[in-house]
């Protein structure tokens, strides 16, 4: 065996492997429509890029290529229904794809259907990807939760920005939209299933919180908690869905292991405010994007979404999460 795979194999280095892939799958995301190459995120990810090809894909489970052209169509997918009123050409070419035509071919293999005839079926109100294509060929569908549009109503102050949404099973939000800063954030990642996985969460903040109290970074009012999500659940395979949970920490702090360090970029997001039960967030995402987005005059934008934790569920009197959902958003 060689020096390379025992290190991949030692539980202590490969946290430190794992550390620089998510390094370079964030650049990737935020660079998703220049040309990427292999010498360029190797330098990333501190590998020389004959260690770094065959380290991504024993530890990501795809190729560099597979990768890269796999979070280029799903970010592809998404925008088609963010922005109805954009070409295809236009959004095959945002996502880093050299012409139409590639896109084209490339998007039928993963979902069987051409992005024209995905993107109206979807519009009309289709409220699930039929038989989505996996990497191995199999064929497979993937529900979403509907939402009952019909018993829902918004009212909306147009001076100052304000949804007021009631579902008539007592889900209830206002909605804001919102300038909101840039944050910097110590992170820790999970590639995988996470729906309704209370363990997984606690999990994963008590990591970032043993790391950051044993530094301080715990002292101030001012810290928020994050969970960033950087695939749609929707169109990305649930033991491919990446998301992080955060804290926001000064700018120059220094990580280490398997804490990572990102930026969410500032801008304008609707803000949805939310007490919701455990079992309610994808009621709460479905309000936002389903119920209030389609009568907003907004569009998503390309930014990622977040839920900013306001409370720790425990202390809550009925175990309640207060949570404000942040999609990233422009004018229509």
Aim: glycine share 6%.
């Amino acid at each position: 065996m060689s020096e390379m795979d025992q290190s991949v194999k030692n539980p202590f280095l490969r946290q430190e492997y794992q550390t620089r892939i998510h390094r370079v799958m964030d650049y990737i995301d935020k660079h998703l429509d220049q040309e990427l190459s292999l010498d360029e995120l190797a330098k990333v990810a501190n590998f020389s890029p004959f260690h770094f090809h065959r380290i991504f894909h024993a530890l990501v489970g795809e190729t560099l290529n597979q990768f890269i052209q796999r979070i280029r169509i799903e970010k592809a997918a998404t925008m088609l229904l963010g922005d109805p009123k954009k070409s295809i050409t236009a959004v095959a070419l945002d996502c880093g794809f050299n012409s139409s035509a590639s896109f084209a071919r490339l998007f039928r293999k993963a979902f069987s259907i051409s992005a024209s005839a995905w993107r109206f079926e979807q519009m009309q109100g289709k409220s699930k990807i039929d038989q989505m294509v996996s990497k191995n060929g199999e064929m497979k569908s993937k529900p979403r939760e509907e939402i009952d549009t019909e018993s829902a109503y918004i009212s909306s102050i147009n001076f100052n920005q304000i949804w007021r949404i009631h579902m008539k099973e007592q889900l209830q939000t206002q909605i804001t939209v919102q300038t909101l800063p840039e944050m910097h954030l110590a992170y820790v990642r999970h590639i995988g299933p996470y729906k309704g996985d209370e363990k997984l969460f606690n999990r994963l903040f008590g990591t970032l919180f043993k790391w950051a109290g044993a530094r301080g970074l715990l002292l101030t009012n001012d810290v928020k908690c994050l969970t960033i999500y950087h695939d749609n659940p929707e169109i990305t395979d649930e033991d491919k869905l990446r998301i992080s949970v955060c804290i926001t920490v000064p700018k120059e702090t220094a990580v280490d292991g398997e804490i990572g360090l990102m930026t969410v970029s500032a801008g304008k997001y609707a803000v949805g405010h939310f007490e919701i039960a455990v079992d309610e967030y994808q009621k709460a995402w479905d309000t936002l994007c389903g119920v209030w987005l389609p009568d907003s005059g907004y569009v998503p934008d390309d930014r990622l979404p977040f839920e900013v934790n306001l409370n720790d569920p425990r202390e809550h009197p009925e175990g309640k999460h207060i949570i404000d959902i942040c999609l990233p958003v422009r004018p229509l």
